[in-house]
């Protein structure tokens, strides 16, 4: 049995959502935490970027959300192959 063409339309939206949110998540954790990795475990705390941004190991905790919703985009993205 096939599925709606509504259906696969709408994996695929979603598909394209939850990637974007992903990518935005991962952008995130790279400029608040993973650019300035070095910096911040010297410090043990805290980083003070050029721009005098100060940041903290707790911009770690953007990849939290990026891998869930990478975990979902890999979801839909085998729904989508599937369907098609």
Request: proline letters at 4%.
């Amino acid at each position: 049995m096939n599925p709606s063409p509504a259906c696969h339309f709408k994996a695929i939206l979603i598909l394209i959502i939850v990637s974007i949110l992903a990518g935005f998540f991962w952008w995130l954790f790279y400029e608040r935490y993973y650019q300035y990795k070095e910096c911040i475990e010297a410090a043990a705390s805290s980083c003070l970027t050029a721009q005098g941004d100060n940041l903290t190991s707790g911009g770690m905790l953007w990849a939290a959300p990026a891998m869930l919703l990478s975990g979902l985009a890999l979801y839909y993205l085998a729904r989508v192959i599937r369907q098609h």
